[in-house]
Nanobody, 125 residues
Framework: QVQLVESGGGLVQAGDSLRLSCAAS????????MGWFRQAPGKEREFVAT????????SYADSVKGRFTISRASAKNTVYLQMNDLKPEDTAVYYC??????????????????WGQGTQVTVSS
């Protein structure tokens, strides 16, 4: 069992930056691929970024590539999402998720095993 707790969301203006954190419980953090997803009102939850178990491989959604950076700190059992040059269309609830299967960088929300409660990010124009 893994428990995930996100933090760092808030209300910012377009062009600002935010860093989201996701703290994981348990001693098996390094066993999981970690991902970030987001869900805007009235839309489905969508993939944002994912990072491999050792942090050596990363994948991003095209909409955030070049602006967002995912990273993980195994010593802190934490995964981060640095978000720069935020846009109003980035407004959503952001969720972190943990995947314990065999795929390297899964982008489908349906395969992730554990989810956090989400943190709201609102970007005003």
């Amino acid at each position: 069992q893994v428990q995930l707790v996100e933090s760092g969301g808030g209300l910012v203006q377009a062009g600002d930056s935010l860093r989201l954190s996701c703290a994981a419980s348990g001693r098996t953090f390094s066993s999981y691929v970690m991902g970030w997803f987001r869900q805007a009102p009235g839309k489905e939850r969508e993939f944002v970024a994912t990072i491999s178990r050792n942090g050596g491989r990363i994948s991003y959604a095209d909409s955030v590539k070049g602006r967002f950076t995912i990273s993980r700190a195994s010593a802190k059992n934490t995964v981060y999402l640095q978000m720069n040059d935020l846009k109003p269309e980035d407004t959503a609830v952001y969720y972190c998720a943990a995947y314990g299967g065999t795929a390297t960088l899964p982008i489908s929300r349906g395969v992730y095993d554990y989810w956090g409660q989400g943190t709201q990010v609102t970007v005003s124009s």
